[in-house]
């Protein structure tokens, strides 16, 4: 069974240029978060999609961030414009929504902006 | 405030010697911990899990503990092997009004040299 899909694995950008990436959950799995890891520290939440409902954004930056989870399967992550401090590993998972549920992870897309 | 924090930051250790990754975190309600880890470059992977009722579980040379009532917990990881060389996430699950949230620790990056 395939993992986690996540794409690109790298991207280089200009500061104020869009940025994109894209995750393909585990199939079946309803539950689905996009993460922010910086060097040396734990994934921070951005955001989670319980099928296609964002049901916590709360940490998701909303002036330059944006999500969508169309069909409640793939999903986007947007970074328009993006900055210097957004370089970081930008982590997809997907979880079968159970209560102590595994968290599935992609590889993860590494972002630097320069 | 639901914190998880670990200890050491990093540890070096020589090849076939063992170690002990340490785990506190202040999370209520408690519902579950797990232990992950993540290679250089990848997505972190589930070691093990423990629930509030398990003191103790190993997953072939990785044996995790858990103390609710002190709220630590520690990963030992026995005749350590270069591919242990990771960095090692403590995770918490705690859950309240139907919802859960998964609180990260920082992490314990591990180098074992030959």
């Known amino acids: 069974e395939a993992g986690v899909v996540q794409s690109p694995r790298y991207k280089i950008i200009e500061k104020k240029q869009p940025v994109a990436f894209w995750c393909n959950p585990i199939?079946?799995?309803?539950?689905l978060y996009w993460y922010l890891q910086n060097l040396g520290q734990g994934p921070e939440l951005l955001i989670r999609?319980?099928?296609?409902?964002?049901?916590?954004d709360s940490q998701l930056p909303k002036d330059r961030f944006s999500a969508e989870r169309l069909k409640g399967v793939d999903s986007t992550l947007k970074i328009q414009p993006a900055e210097l401090g957004d370089s970081a590993v930008y982590l997809c998972?997907?979880?079968?929504?159970?209560?102590?549920?595994?968290?599935?992870f992609g590889e993860g897309s590494r972002l630097t902006v320069l | 405030k639901n914190q998880v924090e670990q200890s050491p930051q990093s540890l070096i250790i020589l090849e076939g010697k063992n170690c002990t990754l340490q785990?506190?975190?202040?999370?209520?309600?408690?519902?579950?911990l797990r232990w992950y880890k993540q290679d250089t470059g990848r997505g972190p992977v589930s070691l093990t899990i423990?629930?509030?009722?398990?003191n103790t579980k190993s997953n072939g040379r990785y044996t995790a503990t858990l103390d609710a009532d002190t709220k630590q917990s520690s990963l030992h990881i026995t005749a350590s092997q270069l591919s242990d060389s990771a960095s090692y996430i403590c995770?918490?699950?705690?859950?309240?009004?139907?919802?859960?949230?998964?609180?990260f620790g920082t992490g314990t990056r591990l180098k074992v040299l030959a």
């Open positions: 995770v918490v699950t705690t859950s309240s009004s139907g919802t859960y949230k998964y609180i």
């Open positions: 999609y319980e099928n296609e409902e964002a049901v916590d």
């Open positions: 423990m629930t509030f009722s398990e």
């Open positions: 199939s079946g799995h309803n539950t």
């Open positions: 785990c506190n975190y202040t999370v209520s309600p408690f519902s579950n």
């Open positions: 998972a997907s979880s079968p929504g159970l209560k102590t549920g595994e968290l599935f």
